[in-house]
């Protein structure tokens, strides 16, 4: 799952059922786990409410709250499925985010943290109020994942708005 400013895009691998395209499968949408017994697993716990529904519930939902018709596209033995926002993310992200000390509101540190998915945002927070923190503080701090936590660190290690000091056992990340 990626998650943009005017989109969320969703990618699986696999395919359509033989013979069914995007457009069609959502008219009679059809279901063959490639994995039967997962599928059972989650069915029995109620973790899934039914095979085949997903899709159509999708469209139903998007149509409910104004937004557009969800987009498919089938590439490289992945299904794609990119939902489009109403409104940019842009602007509801950028009020929870804290102002760097020193930095002028129209400067070019806070146009870069401006244009961050918000997870980014978080981290970074974390790392420019807690200088020397490591991974799993960042974990502990943010409350989001590891995995999670990780990305944002390369994002915002290639964007140079933080950096890693010390050995790989007992460094941490500043802010610069």
Not at 42 to 53: I, Q, V
Not at 57 to 67: T, V
Not at 86 to 109: A, D, H, M
Request: hydrophobic share 35%.
């Amino acid at each position: 799952m990626a998650i943009f400013d005017d989109r969320v895009e969703f990618a699986n691998p696999g395919a359509f059922p033989p013979g069914t395209s995007p457009e069609t499968f959502y008219k009679r949408p059809q279901s063959k786990p490639i994995n039967k017994l997962i599928s059972e697993v989650f069915f029995k716990s109620g973790l899934m409410e039914a095979w085949g529904r997903g899709i159509p519930d999708i469209f139903d939902l998007c149509k409910e709250n104004g937004l557009p018709k969800p987009e498919f596209e089938l590439a490289n033995g992945f299904v794609y499925l990119t939902i489009r926002f109403k409104e940019s993310l842009t602007p509801r992200l950028s009020g929870g985010v804290s102002e760097p000390q020193n930095e002028p509101l129209n400067g070019p540190l806070n146009e870069t943290l401006k244009l961050l998915p918000a997870p980014v945002k978080t981290v970074y927070d974390a790392v420019k109020t807690n200088p020397g923190i490591r991974r799993a503080g960042i974990v502990a701090h943010t409350g989001l994942n590891l995995p999670a936590v990780k990305r944002a660190i390369t994002v915002l290690l290639s964007k140079e708005l933080i950096e890693h000091r010390g050995s790989d056992k007992t460094g941490g990340y500043y802010a610069k």
